[in-house]
């Protein structure tokens, strides 16, 4: 790529300024622009960067044109064919070509070498200031052209790399304030093992007290446990009372009801047939005569069929009553049961008395 032509449309203290560098002859293609003071050679090589790299946000050389106002133009021979760019102060398509159309910036940046601005303004834009910093960066072998040189000297290839992959791989071991490299998660991790251990960490005394305070937990268990069997044990027993409240109060009842009924007397056979069990005592006079006299009935039939109905025996036995006086057999409708059964109670006392007047058990 070759410079042709420069014009600083609006640029500095510029206005429509051309430098022309005519086109390449066989003779040395070398320019010297020289002037005064202040005269504007800082101001040209500013222009040819605007050119290439673009306008900066904070722009230094807007004192007399306006930001936005600023121009710079050029014709540049690539590959022997001139093309003409100019540079606007722009955030996009600041890069057009004569017509106005936009124009993408690797169409001027590819053919830069790619040097960016800062390595172009060390190698290309040589002033007071530069010299003295790149000479600074070449001793201490600090930036891209510093390192190149260096390790150019010095006879050491590929010195750039080696040092990127070093400084890498110490920031991500270590870097001020960061919180993602190695000695920060083992820091991290320091700190909650310590926590840990403070959190976990027990006295004499604490360990003491602690034990203390278990002896003292299992036997309030143990007491507890006692008192919920003792609570378990009353618990139980009231509510067997409670369950057996209805059937006292049947009792209590059916008592009140044969109140009236105990000064009767009773013939010798019910009083001898009195149940015994706790369980049927408040039961109904009238139901146990019943079942009393069902009882008996019973009995006498197995006695008849179990009887033989001839025989010496009987014989003998009838011989044996003959001398014997008749006992009469009372009626079975005068028991106090049998008037129960038949629904009257008037005829209920009679049947009592009679039984009573009768005497003995019937036959």
Request: net charge positive.
């Amino acid at each position: 790529m070759r410079l042709r032509r420069l014009c600083l449309d609006r640029f500095g203290h510029f206005t429509g300024r051309d430098f022309d560098f005519g086109t390449a002859g066989d003779g040395a293609d070398f320019h010297i622009i020289h002037g005064p003071n202040e005269a504007g050679k800082t101001t040209a090589m500013e222009g040819a960067l605007r050119l290439f790299y673009g306008f900066p946000h904070r722009e230094s050389y807007d004192f007399k044109h306006q930001r936005k106002n600023l121009r710079v133009s050029a014709v540049v021979e690539i590959e022997g064919a001139p093309r003409h760019f100019t540079r606007l102060p722009l955030r996009s398509g600041a890069l057009v070509d004569e017509t106005g159309t936009a124009l993408p910036e690797a169409a001027l940046a590819a053919h830069l070498g790619g040097l960016g601005e800062e390595d172009y303004r060390n190698l290309l834009c040589l002033d007071d200031d530069t010299i003295e910093r790149g000479g600074e960066e070449i001793a201490q072998a600090r930036g891209d052209i510093g390192r190149l040189l260096f390790s150019a000297a010095a006879g050491v290839a590929d010195l750039s790399t080696a040092l990127d992959a070093v400084r890498d791989e110490a920031t991500a071991i270590w870097r001020k304030s960061a919180s993602k490299t190695r000695v920060a998660g083992l820091k991290r991790a320091l700190t909650d093992v310590e926590k840990a251990i403070r959190e976990g960490d027990v006295s004499a005394s604490a360990w003491r007290k602690l034990k203390k305070a278990l002896a003292a937990a299992r036997d309030a268990e143990a007491g507890a446990r006692a008192a919920r069997d003792r609570l378990q044990a009353r618990a139980a027993t009231l509510d067997a009372e409670r369950r057996a409240l209805p059937q006292i109060a049947e009792i209590d009842a059916l008592a009140a009801r044969i109140a009236p009924l105990d000064g009767l007397s009773r013939p010798a056979r019910f009083r001898s047939r009195e149940p015994c069990c706790p369980c049927r005592r408040g039961k109904p006079r009238a139901q146990r005569y019943r079942a009393t006299d069902r009882r008996d009935r019973y009995a006498d039939r197995r006695a008849r069929r179990a009887r033989p109905r001839a025989g010496p025996a009987r014989a003998g036995r009838e011989a044996r009553c003959a001398g014997r006086p008749a006992q009469p057999r009372r009626d079975r409708r005068s028991r106090p049961c049998t008037a129960a059964r038949s629904g009257g109670r008037g005829r209920r006392g009679d049947g009592a008395r009679s039984a009573r007047s009768g005497g003995g058990r019937g036959h």
